[in-house]
């Protein structure tokens, strides 16, 4: 393209790749999934978490020295911290154990916006409603009381469940507008 464009000074020249030709030249997001265990006492409370994630390493395909050097990759538990600046984990659990199998097929990962965050909040949340269904407990309710030390998060969580109830107020009275009018 840089040649032709040389060729033809002033007009536009537009690039178009064949399907095959871009998916050789991107990175792709990391393949992962995740094994979660959970105990709890006998009035629904997390005792204990064990959350195992399986996949590649964005590290190992960006730069393998330093990888293979450190021997994890720190961005796979982005969102499980319990400390740092990205998603950091707020739910007070006592014995928690977040590891890592590192499995690296030959296709390339790569970093893009919020990669490892994506996919572990829907591992950690999904489970956590399994947990609150166990428990027998609201699965607000459960995550409030998990997220009392965390006050940011409890914040955020509060402001979340009131902006549900009132759009589902909303929902309801259209609907009951609708059925009004189509009677």
């Known amino acids: 393209a840089a040649l032709i464009a040389k060729q033809m000074p002033g007009t536009p020249v537009k690039l178009i790749w064949s399907r095959e030709e871009d998916m050789l030249h991107g990175h792709y997001h990391p393949v992962t999934r ?3 265990k959970a105990g709890l006492d006998a009035q629904g409370n997390v005792t204990a978490l064990h959350m195992r994630l399986s996949g590649q390493s964005i590290m190992a395909s960006i730069n393998p020295n330093a990888f293979y050097a450190a021997g994890r990759d720190p961005s796979s538990f982005q969102g499980l911290n319990p400390g740092g600046t990205e998603g950091v984990f707020g739910y007070a659990i006592p014995n928690l154990l977040i590891d890592h199998a590192i499995r ?6 790569g970093f893009w916006r919020g990669v490892n965050n994506n996919q572990n909040a829907l ?6 409603d399994e947990l609150a269904k166990a428990a ?3 699965p607000l ?7 009392a030390k965390s006050p940011n998060h409890l914040a955020v969580q509060n402001a979340v469940a009131e902006k549900a109830v009132m759009s589902r107020m909303r929902f309801l009275r259209a609907a009951k507008i609708r059925r009004r009018h189509s009677a």
Do not use: S
Not at 104 to 109: D, G, K, L, Q
Not at 141 to 147: A, D, E, I
């Open 104 to 109: 690296n097929p030959p296709v390339p990962a």
């Open 34 to 36: 995740a094994r979660l």
């Open 136 to 138: 027998g407990i609201d």
């Open 141 to 147: 309710v459960f995550r409030q009381k998990m997220l």
């Open 123 to 128: 591992y950690l949340e999904c489970f956590i």
